[in-house]
């Protein structure tokens, strides 16, 4: 509760307000109205909320109102859809994001009197809660400065320790979408610092306050580090990648002393005497878990084929889905075709969903301990986790020892930061990666490569005949630049140049390749993917201005998401396809290749950089196809791009070479087979040649 003495009224506003009966002052009014807003409480937040209302109505600049308005909105969707909610809110803005808009007014002298300050008992709390907010938004600025406030309130209200939580959240706080390499650099280098001093903290208390820490820490679900830290550790070309996920994995075990569990069955096992164990007459036992195993998404995509088509006779597979993408989500197709219902003659997979219970898995990370030990019952030998970096549960997962070997994959191409006693593997493609020496330092755990000459996955077409997407049915070849709205159809000398990636991998390191092609190219047009975050947005357009395209932002073409067969169309008829840098397509490259439409790719330093480039390799290409395709470098890349974009001979060659050689991407069985040698290499136990028995799971 805020004092009633924090109530400023507008005395031009008083002097027009009729006062209700016997009520003597605008003040007596508002402080009636409160008292009975407090009354009620939660037993009817509608009428509560209409009283604050009215508060807010009588007094704008009421901080009280400001700040229950504001809680009431931001929880809008728990609570009764029948309140009548604020005049004021902006068209377009949903009731959510303005109660965000009025907490952040609390510290606005100008929206609110008195202001909250860093002094004020209730700043940890209000502050904290924007800050999180914007920051998973990924509004770099606005979180930073709000959690930065709250932190500096829980020091004067805490002590030094100050609030764990709060500076967890500081210590993983990462630009996304910066405005120039220097703040990307600077951003980078802050996070790494804090995360520094949060852990020296922690090891300086852990001794006297693990279990305060624990308990005092796990009852906020969202707390800790944010899985999007990992997916933008692609970006980081200066970073010591390894190393500073190895940082954020110490920083949670620190805060979730409760992760740090060993299934039964683990306990038992030896590694250093393990191979000189008899063999099993047994199949071996593959728990394969994921946070993003849903039909048609890029992760199932990848897997899909060689999971499929493991053999049977040696692997029982466990497909487990940890959804957190709402009760409506379905898993992959491809996860039921080894179940017993449909495959009577060797199956006995198992594929479930799992998903946190509101109503139980709350404080001290039940929901995590709730796997864990659900995991553990099904004693796998070995775990395989397609996207251990990309998702908040399955990365809490995956803290645990919950089999014998358990392996990491480039579902998302990051480590895992995880010691090796706990995620042992990380499996890779030698075509994709940088020579071994080297690109083993990226990663925690060992790295294993499908080798060289291999290509790493079953695949399928994902265009079908007639021009169908096979992802949405729909046909595309009809499709031209009109339907996009762009003017292209009438314009011979229009040279297309193309980068539907999401706006997050257009780093600023891409800007200058943009702004060199247009430059270069006086009849280029880029096509570009436009981020539904208005404010980033505008950072990007700001970037390009910058970068050099000032003088050609007419040619610079902003596209929404777009349905999977509008961009099969894009890609069909641009020029040329611009491969995003440093963090490059995958399942992207794939389609653009299958439109026969050539992908100019500058190769980074990590893995999620280097996907075209493995595909060229294993492709067979000409060598002046290949060389028209792979840049060295930056200006390598912006001549590349204009080369094909202007050089109608060149792109016809290229185009023909694409076209001759891209059915080598799909249905290679010798990629089910490299993953065969590999599981079987890691794998705790051997499997006796004439086993044929099936264990149930």
């Given amino acids: 509760s805020i004092s009633s003495n924090t109530v400023l009224v507008d005395a031009k506003q008083q002097e027009q307000t009729t006062l209700p009966q016997g009520i003597s002052s605008k003040a007596e009014w508002i402080e009636k109205l409160r008292q009975k807003a407090y009354a009620i409480g939660d037993s009817d937040k509608p009428k509560s909320f209409e ?181 933008y550790l692609v970006l980081l070309l200066p970073s010591d990648t390894a190393a500073t996920a190895s940082q954020h994995y110490h920083l949670a075990a620190a805060a979730w002393p409760q992760l740090d569990y060993t299934a039964p069955h683990v306990h038992n096992y030896n590694p250093s005497t393990a191979k000189w164990q008899p063999c099993k007459n047994r199949k071996i036992k593959l728990g394969v878990i994921s946070g993003t195993l849903s039909e048609g998404h890029s992760v199932s995509e990848d897997f899909g084929g060689v999971l499929s088509r493991l053999d049977r006779n040696l692997f029982q597979v466990a497909y487990i889905y940890v959804n957190e993408q709402g009760p409506m989500a379905q898993i992959a197709k491809f996860t039921q075709e080894h179940t017993p219902n449909n495959d009577k003659n060797n199956g006995n997979d198992l594929a479930a969903i799992w998903q946190q219970n509101p109503e139980t898995d709350y404080r001290n990370g039940a929901w995590l301990r709730r796997y864990g030990k659900m995991v553990a019952r099904l004693q796998f030998d070995m775990i395989l986790f397609l996207d251990l970096t990309m998702s908040t549960h399955v990365r809490r997962l995956g803290m645990q020892r919950l089999a014998p070997v358990q392996l990491n994959t480039h579902g998302h191409p990051v480590t895992s930061g995880h010691p090796s006693n706990i995620v042992q593997y990380f499996v890779s493609w030698a075509e994709a990666e940088l020579p071994y020496e080297q690109a083993k330092k990226h990663y925690t755990e060992e790295l294993k490569l499908i080798p060289n000459g291999t290509i790493h996955q079953y695949y399928e077409r994902r ?10 049915g729909a046909a595309f070849g009809h499709l031209t630049w009109k339907d996009f709205g762009l003017p292209f159809d009438n314009d011979n000398t229009a040279n297309t140049y193309l980068c539907m990636q999401k706006p997050f991998k257009l780093h600023p390191e891409f800007d200058s390749l943009v702004c060199g092609i247009l430059q270069k190219d006086e009849n280029a047009h880029v096509i570009l993917h436009k981020d539904n975050i208005p404010q980033h947005h505008a950072i990007f357009e700001e970037r390009l201005a910058h970068a050099g395209c000032s003088g050609s932002m007419s040619r610079v073409h902003f596209l929404p998401q777009q349905h999977h067969h509008r961009l099969l169309a894009l890609y069909k008829h641009t020029t040329v396809v611009l491969d995003s840098y440093p963090a490059g397509g995958c399942t992207t490259s794939r389609e653009v290749l299958e439109t026969n439409t050539p992908i100019v790719t500058l190769p980074a330093r990590l893995l999620g950089g280097r996907w075209t480039l493995g595909y060229y390799n294993i492709l067979g290409l000409h060598q002046m196809a290949k060389d028209a395709l792979i840049a060295h470098n930056e200006s390598h890349y912006v001549d590349l791009a204009v080369a094909l974009g202007t050089n109608a001979t060149l792109l016809d060659f290229v185009q023909d070479e694409i076209r001759r050689v891209v059915p080598k991407l799909f249905h290679r069985k010798e990629a089910v087979e490299a993953w065969e040698r590999i599981l079987l290499d890691v794998s705790p136990i051997q499997v006796c040649p004439s086993s044929s028995s099936s264990s149930e799971l």
Avoid at 164 to 192: G, H, W, Y
């Fill in 463 to 472: 265009i079908l005949n007639g021009e169908r997407s096979r992802m949405d």
């Fill in 51 to 231: 009283y604050w209302n009215k508060i807010k109505s009588l007094a704008p600049k009421h901080l009280e109102a400001h700040v229950m308005i504001g809680m009431y909105l931001i929880s809008v969707g728990t609570m009764n859809s029948h309140i009548s909610l604020p005049k004021d809110i902006p068209n377009g803005m949903s009731p959510q994001e303005y109660g965000f808009d009025l907490l952040e007014s609390c510290f606005d002298p100008n929206l609110v009197q008195p202001p909250l300050t860093v002094e004020s008992p209730q700043t940890l709390l209000i502050a904290g809660t924007v800050g999180r907010y914007r920051s998973q938004r990924k509004e770099y600025t606005k979180g930073k400065y709000f959690t930065e406030l709250a932190y500096n309130s829980s020091l004067l209200k805490r002590g030094p320790v100050g609030d764990i939580c709060t500076e967890m959240q500081l210590a993983t706080m990462l630009d996304t979408f910066p405005r120039s390499m220097k703040d990307a650099d600077e951003s980078l280098v802050l996070m790494n610092n804090r995360a520094d001093a949060t852990l020296r903290k922690f090891y300086a208390y852990i001794e006297n306050q693990r279990s305060k820490l624990g308990s005092n820490n796990n009852n906020n679900k969202n707390a800790g580090f944010p899985p999007t830290l990992f997916v």
